[in-house]
């Protein structure tokens, strides 16, 4: 059964990442990082199932720890967008996807994979929980990665 509500979840995420593809990164390194296969092919099939996954599951919000978890999804997907906001801001410069916000590495990495997984709980759904560790196996060590680089 589809759940259009739960359609929200994901578009939540999307929205920086559509003002993203209008606002390409300013001083970016020449080159590209050699990217790990095995993590990159983990990071889509975890980015392809936290995007669609949701819409077959309704949000729960009536026990306890539904509305803890809730809390947690808004703390992450607040965090989430102030990396965007400080990507934005600042003149978009490429160094800014990756680096620390509040001392937290790749936030733009790790937020969206906390959210995701908080989601999972609200959703009831262990597939959606499966989808956000996959996700979280590819695309943190990817972003740490490029970071570095």
């Given at each position: 059964m589809?759940?259009?509500?739960?359609?929200?979840?994901?578009?939540?995420?999307?929205?920086?990442n559509?003002?993203?593809?209008?606002?390409?990164?300013?001083?970016?390194?020449?080159?590209?990082?050699?990217e790990?296969?095995?993590?990159?092919?983990a990071?889509?099939?975890?980015?392809?199932?936290?995007l669609?996954?949701?819409?077959?599951?309704?949000?729960?919000?009536?026990?306890?720890?539904?509305?803890?978890?809730?809390?947690?999804?808004?703390?992450?997907i607040?965090?989430?967008?102030?990396?965007?906001?400080?990507?934005?801001?600042?003149?978009?410069?490429?160094k800014?996807?990756?680096?620390?916000?509040?001392?937290?590495?790749?936030?733009?990495?790790i937020?969206p994979v906390?959210?995701?997984?908080f989601?999972?709980?609200?959703?009831?759904?262990?597939i959606?929980?499966?989808?956000?560790?996959?996700?979280?196996?590819?695309?943190?060590?990817?972003?740490?990665?490029?970071?570095?680089?």
């Amino acid at each position: 059964m589809l759940h259009p509500v739960s359609l929200i979840l994901p578009c939540l995420v999307l929205i920086p990442n559509l003002l993203f593809l209008g606002a390409k990164p300013v001083y970016m390194p020449e080159g590209r990082n050699k990217e790990n296969p095995i993590l990159a092919v983990a990071e889509g099939i975890g980015r392809l199932g936290v995007l669609i996954l949701p819409v077959f599951w309704e949000i729960h919000l009536e026990k306890t720890y539904e509305l803890i978890v809730f809390i947690g999804m808004i703390g992450s997907i607040l965090f989430y967008y102030a990396g965007w906001i400080r990507y934005f801001t600042k003149g978009r410069e490429y160094k800014l996807l990756f680096a620390p916000l509040l001392r937290i590495p790749v936030p733009l990495a790790i937020s969206p994979v906390l959210y995701f997984s908080f989601a999972a709980i609200i959703l009831h759904s262990p597939i959606l929980l499966i989808a956000s560790l996959i996700l979280a196996v590819g695309h943190i060590p990817m972003s740490l990665a490029e970071y570095n680089r």
